[in-house]
Structures are given as C-alpha cells and as structure tokens.
C-alpha cells in the first residue's frame, strides 16, 4: 500500500549501509548530442521509462542501454524508501513489498534512470530510476499515480557497453519491479 507523507523530513535519513546493487550510467559530461523526451499525461499502465524501454525492446532486436535524468514536473508518484536492512530474509516479493516503505510524493521530482531494452545475458535489472527534490522527497520510481495531470521531460543518451560487475552465484526475480 502507498502511504502519504514524508520519511524523514527534516531529519537525516538514518541508514548508510551499501547493498552493492547499483545500476550506472557513466558518461564524461561533455555536451554533446541527447534524447529530448516530453509526456504531458499517461494513457496507459506503463510508467514514463517503461513506455520508452519497451519502444526500444520492439523495434532494436539488440540490447540497448540508456541512461539521463528526467524530471516530473507536475503530478504526483509511487516511491519508495528502504528502511534499512532486513534483519530476516526476503524470499518474496511480498517479503520485500512489506518490507520497503512506499510514499506518494509531490513533483518536481528530480530523476536519474539507467534502463536496457533487453538483457543481454547479464541477470540485469532493465530499469532502475531515483529521484529527489528541493521539498525534501524522494525515492526509488515506481509510477506517476496522476496520469490526467502528470507531465515528464527527460534527457537521455545511449551507452557504448554494457557491464556487469560481481554477477552472482545464484539469481532470483524478487524484488525487480
């Protein structure tokens, strides 16, 4: 369930551990040539970067890996906040769903998106957006959940390679939405 409200406003957000996911875009920083995306409402179940993942997926047989920032400018998303490590194991995706803290929470929100069209045979996760703002909110990505009044704009480019660092000895599809 989606809560409202704000974890930690005001307050440093007490947990420092590292669980060594992460999904990167790495780029110089020069100018150059981007993807200019712009969404003014939602017309179907998709999220604004599964709707471009899935553009990709059908119409590049290849993989390919995209990364940018984009900014939800007005409306509303489903975030979510980890609460810190699990002191047991989470063997479900209701495990981790009961586990991390969902918030509904106010744009502008300020992402950053990593997304691949198609695993490459690398267990990746295709899509893993954060974001933050000036107002205090933020969190992992989930949806918009104001498709009527939401709008998007995004910068994307496209990645060179793809790599995969310490893949692990065993896998599992919990926890990818």
């Given amino acids: 369930s989606t809560q409202s409200g704000h974890y930690g406003r005001g307050k440093k957000y007490p947990h420092n551990e590292f669980g060594l996911l992460g999904n990167l875009f790495l780029c110089r920083g020069q100018p150059g040539k981007v993807i200019h995306v712009t969404a003014k409402f939602r017309t179907g ?29 007005n409306g509303k998303a489903k975030l979510h906040v980890m609460p810190g490590f699990s002191s047991c194991p989470l063997n479900s ?36 957006s954060h974001c933050f703002s000036e107002h205090g909110e933020g969190g ?15 910068y994307f480019n496209l990645a060179d390679s793809i790599f995969r660092v310490d893949p692990p000895s065993e896998t599992h599809m919990i926890g990818r939405d």
């Fill in 140 to 154: 992992h990505y989930h949806y918009d959940t104001t498709p009527d009044t939401v709008c998007y704009e995004g």
């Fill in 93 to 128: 995706d209701d495990d981790v769903n009961n586990w991390l803290r969902f918030f509904e929470m106010s744009g502008p929100l300020t992402h950053t998106s990593v997304f691949v069209s198609k695993d490459p045979g690398l267990d990746l996760r295709l899509e893993h």
């Fill in 45 to 73: 179940s998709l999220n604004f970067i599964s709707c471009l993942n899935r553009g990709l997926a059908e119409d590049i047989p290849d993989p390919v890996a995209v990364g940018g920032t984009f900014l939800l400018t």
